[in-house]
């Protein structure tokens, strides 16, 4: 099955890009995107204090509201409460577990993409080093300012050496 947009299947791309589309035989893993934001919501201080109003809340009503509207005994240990809360906690745990699958897999794109940005930063270190050593090789065949200099200076002296017999001449 051949995928009508690049950015369906791809993990390291941003929500913003991804195509989203109602068309069956397209995958865009919606319901992995959903679990995940679930997933993130429990993991909230929000989520835990609300989970706790919720839970303080049933466990008053039904402990001192008139007997005829209490839903849950406290007698029998709010049955429902804890049934609801057992709900709750196993549906919890396999989205969690979805999420941290579905971020395994995003770890493991960056963690290619970063294993061959490193190989692209070794080959370019490795070029410029045997560039570097080709111009000191080339450098070394080139006169330097200091020879040039000494050069100058010894043809200097020769120059000087040939006009001394010139400038003072010897009678006979």
Do not use: C, H
């Amino acid at each position: 099955m051949a995928r009508n947009n690049r950015y369906d299947e791809r993990f390291d791309t941003p929500k913003g890009l991804r195509v989203l589309s109602s068309r069956p035989g397209q995958s865009n893993d919606r319901f992995g995107r959903l679990t995940e934001s679930i997933a993130r919501g429990m993991g909230t201080p929000w989520f835990l204090v609300g989970l706790s109003i919720f839970a303080v809340a049933w466990i008053v009503f039904n402990s001192f509201a008139p007997e005829a509207w209490r839903f849950d005994s406290a007698a029998i240990g709010f049955t429902a409460l804890t049934l609801i809360l057992s709900l709750q906690a196993s549906y919890a745990a396999p989205m969690i577990l979805l999420a941290q699958n579905r971020q395994d897999d995003r770890d493991r794109v960056q963690f290619e993409q970063d294993r061959q940005r490193a190989e692209r930063t070794l080959a370019d270190t490795e070029y410029l080093a045997r560039e570097v050593v080709a111009l000191r090789l080339a450098l070394k065949d080139v006169a330097t300012k200091d020879f040039i200099r000494s050069e100058l200076r010894s043809l200097l002296e020769d120059l000087e050496a040939d006009d001394e017999p010139a400038a003072s001449p010897t009678r006979e």
